[in-house]
């Protein structure tokens, strides 16, 4: 199974993807060493924040255990609609992560000696512009 794990530090995410299930049976709220995860992450410690399974259904840090549950949810949390009011019964996936969770997001609690930068040098590059030619004249 891979894991995609998106990785939050100062409104910047990086994107890692995992083969391990070292992080099968951790749930929302732990914290994990950087090196598990990728071994240039070496000093950091990571929180998990959330995530969500192969069908869509968001990990909730309400439900405890790995199965799916139905929830009266309100403004929020797994909500598109956040008319005042609005309450909605939602499928949702219990915290704990296991085979069928498909993307983990984490934050950084801890930073290492090598900055996320240096170390995803290829992701969070500004666009490049295209140049448009100028339209043909008839």
């Known amino acids: 199974m891979v894991f995609k794990i998106n990785i939050s530090e100062n ?3 990086w994107k890692v993807q995992m083969e391990s299930e070292f992080l099968v ?3 929302i709220g732990d914290k994990v060493d950087g090196k598990e995860i990728k071994p240039e992450l070496v000093g950091y410690e ?3 924040t959330g995530g969500s399974d192969s069908a ?7 439900v405890p255990g790995l199965a ?3 929830q009266l949810l309100t403004r929020g949390f797994a909500m598109r ?3 005042e009011g609005m309450r909605r019964k939602k499928t949702v996936r219990g915290k ?3 085979a069928v969770v498909s993307l983990i997001n984490m934050r950084v609690v ?5 900055s996320l930068k240096e170390i995803f040098p290829e992701q969070n590059q500004p666009k490049e512009k295209k140049a448009v030619a100028p339209a043909p004249v008839a």
């Open 56 to 62: 869509g259904f968001p990990l909730s840090k309400d």
């Open 11 to 13: 409104g910047k995410a």
């Open 25 to 27: 049976g951790k749930s």
């Open 81 to 83: 609609d956040n008319t």
């Open 46 to 48: 990571l929180e998990i």
């Open 96 to 98: 704990t992560i296991s």
């Open 110 to 114: 801890k930073a290492g000696a090598k």
């Open 68 to 70: 799916l549950k139905s």
